[in-house]
């Protein structure tokens, strides 16, 4: 019975077309840069009170703290797209791309790939960009 079962759930598992998620090579081509984004961090607080509808008073605190993020736009052969985050990675990215200036833009394409072979192209893995003349 044992063996039954062992050899159903690999039929059934061998049934589903889970995909596996897969990217292409290395690839590049040019950009520019048309926007460097900055967003501080923040720090705040609020209170407040509610009622409810058994007509009990409740008191709120809230505390907000954001980091600061570092952002680039970038237009490059796909249309425009922006890259963003609160890494040392995007502050120095942020730091080394002025606005107008010229890249070349490194990334990975990003398939799901079937079982019958079907790729699907679902995005695009921004690795890096780098000044170009």
Same mark, same amino acid.
């Given at each position: ?5 062992? *050899? *159903?759930?690999? *039929? ?9 998620? #897969? ?5 590049? #081509? ?104």
């Amino acid at each position: 019975m044992r063996s039954f079962a062992t *050899l *159903l759930l690999a *039929l059934v598992l061998s049934a589903c077309d889970i995909p596996s998620r #897969e990217f292409s090579k290395e690839l590049h #081509e040019s950009g520019k840069v048309l926007q460097t984004i900055y967003t501080p961090a923040t720090h705040g607080s609020a209170s407040g009170t509610s009622v409810d509808f058994d007509l009990n008073v409740k008191f709120h605190n809230m505390t907000i703290n954001t980091q600061e993020q570092f952002g680039v736009m970038f237009q490059c052969e796909h249309g425009q797209f922006v890259v963003t985050g609160t890494s040392e990675r995007y502050k120095k990215l942020w730091e080394s791309l002025p606005k107008d200036s010229n890249v070349t833009i490194y990334y990975r394409e990003e398939y799901l790939t079937y079982k019958d072979g079907r790729r699907e192209l679902t995005g695009f893995d921004f690795l890096r960009a780098e000044r170009s003349q």
